[in-house]
């Protein structure tokens, strides 16, 4: 796999120089539980990436519930975990990747291509008997220089824009329920944007925990292989990541993340709104 790196590979890089393990555990709802977490214990060597502070913006009237950080200052804070561009990433979280999805999508997206997610996680690596410890690693700041993938990150207007039109799709990735409208836990509208196909982000790992492979996921994706353009989106920008990793584990490489999401789409008064099923 392209962008999965094995629990047995990550111990035999354990030390090496080259190597930034980012601890991304955050559990929506409890803020600081994730860093509460670390401070217990975590994989050796691993640095700490919290979902609101460091991989979120500020909440505004748009751009949903975790808007992208600021760009510039996201990039000191990556530098400052010591991170350039000789570097390679590897991000583990104990919500089936899809905060560590985050972190592997932003680092992406900022054109840093040495970047891959944990399979299984934390507590897989823990039952593993691999190492763990609380002890927070000597960090040394580096100079991490950004290349914006302008081509990654779809815009609300662009969404808009392509409603519709053929050979784009949209792929919500939330929970059955909440893409058909019967329930909404978090935002304050129910639905879907219209002609949403869903495929709740947790289709992309297997029963263990662990990712597909990239023919599982190309099986899994094949539906949208005739698309031109596939547009993810999830409820706040979040679960959307696992499923354009998937994608690209799959082969796709015509993917956008719409990262305000449904809780950005709501915003706007005049945007459409669908329920049930989309024929």
């Known amino acids: 796999m392209e962008n999965i790196v094995s629990q047995a590979w990550l111990l035999g890089q354990l030390g090496e120089a080259n190597i930034v393990i980012a601890d991304c555990r955050f559990a929506l709802g409890q803020p600081d539980s994730g860093r509460q977490l670390y401070e217990k214990e975590h994989i050796a060597g691993a640095v700490y990436v919290d979902l609101e502070k ?102 609300m207007d662009e969404v808009k824009d392509k409603l519709g039109r053929p050979g784009t799709v949209l792929v919500d990735s939330r929970e059955e329920r909440r893409y058909l409208g019967l329930e909404e836990p978090i935002d304050a509208v129910a639905g879907h944007i219209p002609g949403a196909r869903n495929y709740f982000w947790k289709g992309v790992l297997g029963e263990n925990g662990a990712w597909l492979s990239a023919a599982e996921q190309e099986q899994h994706f094949a539906a949208l292989r005739d698309a031109e353009d596939i547009i ?25 993340l719409y990262s305000g999401s449904w809780s950005d789409w709501i915003s706007y008064e005049d945007n459409p709104i669908a329920t049930g099923k989309d024929e």
């Open 54 to 155: 460091d991989l979120s913006g500020a909440k505004m009237a748009h751009g949903g519930r975790h808007p992208l950080p600021d760009l510039g200052a996201f990039s000191i804070l990556v530098g400052n975990l010591g991170i350039d561009g000789t570097k390679t990433v590897v991000a583990y979280d104990d919500q089936g990747g899809a905060m560590a999805s985050r972190l592997w999508w932003m680092l992406k997206f900022l054109g840093h291509s040495e970047v891959y997610v944990l399979d299984q996680g934390y507590t897989a690596w823990k039952t593993a008997g691999y190492p763990v410890t609380d002890e927070e690693p000597a960090v040394f700041p580096r100079t991490f220089s950004p290349k914006v993938q302008r081509s990654m990150l779809a815009s």
């Open 232 to 256: 993810v989106y999830c409820g706040s920008g979040v679960t959307a990541c696992p499923n354009v990793l998937g994608l690209s584990e799959a082969g796709f490489d015509n993917v956008k």
